[in-house]
C-alpha cells in the first residue's frame, strides 16, 4: 500500500492513472484481510494528509475530487470503527478547502462532489459521534459553508454583480448550474442527524461485545453542538438576505427540517435573539417561526 500512497502523492502522475489509484485503494480498504486494520489505518492518514497537503489533489479536477471524496464517504460508511481521531482533522481542512470560494469555475456543476461531501459529514455524524463530538467547531464551519454554496444569483444580474456571486461558489459549483432541490434536501437531512441518538460502533472480541454495546449509552450531538448552531444559521440569515441571491420556495421549503432542528437545540433565550437578527424588511422572522 505504500507504492499506492507515493503515487497518489505524485503531482507528476496524469490524472487518469491517479484516480486508478484511488479507485484501487477503495477496493483494498473495503476487503481488508483480518489483522491488518493499523496497516489500513496508517494508509488511510497518509492518503487523508495527501488530499489535504497537496495542491494537485485538493485544488485538482472535480473529476479527480469526487473519486477521492468517495474513498472517504466510503470509509466512513462501511468502516466507521476504523476511523481514528487524528483523521478528523484532516478531513475537516479538506472538506473546507474544497468548499471554499474561487474566482475560476467548471462549466458544468458536480453534483456527486456535493453529495459525497454531505455523506462523509453524515456518517460521521451518526456513526462516529465520540470523536466528531471534539471537532464541533470545524464541523460547524462546514455546514456553514455548504449551506451557503446552495444560494443561486438572482435573474437578470449585472456583470460586475453575477462576479460576487460566483466568487463565493467553489471550482465545482459552476454559477450557470446552481445546485438545487435534491442537494437542499441532502442537507437538510444532515441537519436533522444532528439530533438522532446512536452508540458509535467499536472493534472488540466476540466475547466482549455485548457487554461493550451495554456499557455505552445511546446520545445525540444536540446538546453539545447547540453551543454552535449560532455559527450555522447565520449562512441562512445571509442567504436570504443577500439582494444578489435567492433561495427559491421549494428550497426553502425542503430546508425547515433541518432548521428546525437547529432551533430546537437552542435555548429559548438564544432562539429569541438569533430571530430578531433574522427579521426581514417587513418585520417577519425568517427562521424559527
Known amino acids: 500500500v505504500s507504492v499506492i500512497a507515493e503515487g497518489i502523492e505524485d503531482p507528476r502522475l496524469p490524472v487518469g492513472r491517479c484516480k486508478s489509484l484511488i479507485h484501487l485503494s477503495a477496493v483494498l480498504l473495503h476487503d481488508t484481510p483480518q489483522r491488518t486494520l493499523k496497516v489500513a489505518q496508517t494508509f488511510v492518514t497518509r492518503c487523508l494528509a495527501a488530499f489535504t497537503g497537496r495542491p494537485h489533489l485538493y485544488d485538482g479536477p472535480s473529476e479527480l475530487k469526487e473519486h477521492y471524496l468517495e474513498l472517504i464517504a466510503k470509509h466512513c460508511s462501511d468502516r466507521p470503527a476504523a476511523v481514528r481521531s487524528v483523521d478528523l482533522g484532516s478531513i475537516w481542512s479538506l472538506l473546507s478547502k474544497i468548499l471554499s470560494g474561487t474566482t475560476n469555475h467548471d462549466t458544468t456543476t458536480s453534483f456527486a462532489t456535493f453529495h459525497c461531501i454531505i455523506s462523509v459529514a453524515d456518517s460521521l ?165
Not at 442537494?183 to 472493534?203: G, N
Open 125 to 289: 455524524v451518526r456513526l462516529r459521534r465520540d470523536v466528531v463530538i471534539h471537532n464541533l467547531p470545524h464541523l460547524a464551519f462546514v455546514l456553514h459553508r455548504l449551506l451557503l454554496i446552495t444560494k443561486r444569483g438572482r435573474p437578470q444580474l449585472g456583470a460586475k454583480q453575477s462576479k460576487l456571486v460566483a466568487g463565493t461558489l467553489p471550482s465545482w459549483v459552476s454559477p450557470s448550474q446552481p445546485l438545487g432541490v435534491a442537494e437542499i434536501r441532502a442537507f437538510s437531512r444532515l441537519l436533522t442527524a444532528l439530533t438522532i441518538k446512536t452508540v458509535p460502533p467499536t472493534y472488540t472480541t466476540q466475547q466482549h461485545t455485548s457487554v461493550a454495546t451495554e456499557m455505552q449509552k445511546a446520545e445525540s450531538l444536540a446538546k453539545p453542538f447547540a453551543k454552535h448552531v449560532g455559527h450555522v444559521l447565520p449562512a441562512y440569515i445571509d442567504c436570504m438576505n443577500d439582494p444578489l441571491c435567492v433561495l427559491t420556495p421549494e428550497m426553502r421549503q425542503e430546508l425547515e427540517p433541518g432548521l428546525f432542528s437547529l432551533c430546537e437545540m437552542l435555548g429559548e433565550y438564544n432562539r429569541d435573539a438569533l430571530m430578531v437578527s433574522s427579521l426581514d424588511s417587513g418585520g417577519n422572522p425568517r427562521i424559527c417561526g
